[in-house]
């Protein structure tokens, strides 16, 4: 563990939240740009994101599957919006082969091992995976097509941040094909409430989501819908993003099927993806001063025991302590006892807390003497005396406390930063004061639009189903707007 | 479904192999060269492979986390053995960008994106990690790190084949230090060993493990010990590795730990893998000429009911059917109730054959009448009426008999196709008539194991515990030799 303390959010948040990830040992900068190793602990959490939403993805009936790495030029190529998206930011395989130097003393690039056609490493896999499903599909029958892949992604970014946005990171990407646009629309809503209820229900995130404008839409969709989270500076993030994308890759990948009438038709595509961000979301929404704080029903360790002795009753204390260990495993998983020897129970207890274990349980030979245990809760650093006979129900209980106390201070950051403004000059104010999500009415141009962000640098995060039918003046240029969410974005 | 029939092993086994991966639907070639696509049933076994993998790999104390997928050039170099070995077959990263091309149609790599250091897609991960390892350990109570990666791996062979050898392919690395040599020799047998378990429990294989000679080991490696199996063909298949890293790499990126002593040393490491290439030796193993059997405790559907009925009295034998599902689910998972319209029952057994279900029941009228279901197990063909309250019983029975006997049919062509030679003519005469595991004695000169590849195909696989002891002449140069095992190997 870091010595190293933690940098208060009051003082510089950026610091904070990458204090957060090394002292928590989340994850580290690695000798590859922009690519980040992920440490055991994060990568703990992260399994246990993946298994439940893997859970829900197949409940979904989406199976999963994997599709090459590598995509050949020409195919990002056919859609014209989608490599225009992702040309300028991916990593580009041109040769298959080292070769040593003429010194002997290195390698270099062997040129006679040129590729005829460059492959680019997957920005995301759309075009390779339609050009596979245009063999799959026949006939309705066929239809609805749901597939998922758990894959790694590369993506060129200048300026990145751990987990934030990284070169490479882990996702999962949804991809369903449809008989009619009806159904493909529903598929798209299902996907997205599928992430709000996950980061809910999981993650104790509360979430807004709808529409995505035009200028911040997927490269290829018609229509792309977002989730978006609200950090504790009051800025969004975009947590995940299911986007309807017609019949434009059908088109151009020639994927097509005899509908019930028998006519050669093309489908209507979706796709939906979360990634590690997630976990970005995860420090910067439940941490404090003191570290991270993971929800229960993610954490990697629920609850950690930490004995407290001196060497004359080392014993006695580890003996009793193990008791309560070995009783609390009967109801509860993931709960680590903590006997490591050089370490003193002020180091773990500051480890732990770091850490961001739900619940810490102290034990000295008062608490012994007693017949009880000290149980302290991460999120509130509650402390209560429970009675041995006690200690496994009130574990159990203060554990869905936590993680609903998590969820409903979540749900308190986003409702007392929303804002609504019906003019210019009070969008200007809530947004270089407050950040927030600030509801606003704006015409639809992306001029007014990009003029927004350069004078304020807030965007618009998305569209709610209510804002489409809430119709006023454009705070930019007065014209006819419907009501759409801006914020500062991550 | 395809509807083309499959090769018969006896006409072109190599075909037959090819045929069973596209009827069984498991994976399928793709437009990138030496990359397939794995299907969603394919990747149903391989997640079911994972799930048993990981629970083992974490039984014995390593820890999940993820590396960059890009390894820098001067990375790979730094170990000389290694990069020769890995620089021949390597996907290289060298711009970052596309471009427009000048007539607008098309894009281009930018040459303006050019980076300094060219990046290698891993083709494995040790030098990438071992210069984390560097930061990460200090002292001895930081040994031992255990530490495995589930990855996507690149090496760009020449000639490939589904599973077997793709450019890409998915596979889990173990990688571990330790203090002395002592502990992490005593890791790489446990990993061997755990590997070896693993393939005779789950996957029903019989394997022999051992070191390779030095011309077969890991390029980097001080030993590297294999877990072989045999094919139906009596031809072997390296199924795992697990390697003796020595100090070689703790030394080449300055991984060093204080000891007990207080003294500066090198630890001594380990890596050990298995990967997508398991699929193969399971396809190899275990299918026959109607397709695929898939040993039951990896089974995506471990049942197939399928109702047989016609339009008088589908509702009847539909609703018994289904009472039946409903039963047989309370006690046996992955049950299938395939109650798709517009197919024959026909048709349906053929396509569950093809995918290697190991258990289906077929319920017509009058087994509905007599109170009874059909039950055909996979491996056998063999059929049997049984009474609905005997079906759990004799569902739960049938599928821990057929992995049993997949797996005694795999140990028995092993030992059926095993041979002890003591001169080179009679090694000449079995290999090419029988192939299979040959022991015969060798001096451990290179030059005499690489004329018998030439003279025989045959290269040694592995020298068992018990090899290492029996001494003779070397069937080769006659000079004194010890016993490795031979064999023609995927």
Sequence with gaps: MSNKGITPRSEEYSQWFLDIIDRAELAENSPVRGSMVIKP??????????????????????????????????????????????????????????????????????????????????PTSETIMYDTF?????????????????????????????????????????????????????????ALNMYKDFASEVLALETLIGKKSNSEKFAGALDTYGVEAMMQDGKSLQFGTSHDLGQNFAKVFNIQFTDREGKLKYPWQTSWGVSTRMMGALVMSHSDDKGLIVPPKIAPIKVVIVPI?????????????????????????????????????????????????????????????????????????EKSNI?????????????EDIQENLLSRSKDLLISNTYSVSDYKE??????????FVHAHWCGDPECEEKIKEETKATTRCQTEEGKKNTSKCIYCEKPGEEWVFGISY
């Design 41 to 122: 602990y994060g990568y703990a959490i992260w399994e246990n994101i993946q298994k439940e939403l893997d859970r829900r993805i197949k409940e979904k009936g989406a199976k999963n599957a994997y599709f090459p790495l590598f995509i050949p030029k020409s195919f990002l190529s056919k859609e014209a919006d989608h490599v225009k998206g992702f040309a300028k930011e991916c990593a580009i395989v041109t040769h298959y082969r080292l070769r040593e130097t003429a010194d002997g003393k290195g390698v270099e690039v062997d040129p006679e091992a040129k590729l005829e056609e460059e492959l680019i490493v997957r």
């Design 134 to 190: 245009s063999r799959w599909i026949k006939s309705w029958r066929d239809l609805p097509l749901k597939i998922n892949q758990w894959a790694n992604i590369v993506r060129w970014e200048k300026r990145t941040r751990p987990f934030l946005r990284t070169a490479e990171f882990l996702w999962q990407e949804g991809h369903t094909v449809h008989e009619t646009h009806e159904e493909s629309l529903k598929e798209v809503m299902e």
């Design 309 to 381: 002795y001196k060497d004359d009753n080392k014993e006695k204390v580890l003996k009793y302590s193990r008791g309560i260990y070995n009783q609390l495993i009967k109801d509860v998983d993931n709960v680590e006892f903590d006997d490591r020897e050089f370490l003193s129970p002020g180091y773990k207890f500051n480890e732990w807390e770091k850490k961001g274990v739900p619940v810490r349980i102290e034990i000295g030979p008062k608490d012994m003497e007693a017949g009880q245990v000290v149980i302290v809760r991460r999120d509130t650093s």
């Design 387 to 399: 009675y041995v006979s006690e200690v496994n129900e009130n574990v159990q209980k203060l554990l």
């Design 427 to 436: 969008f200007k104010d809530v947004i270089s004061s407050k950040k927030g």
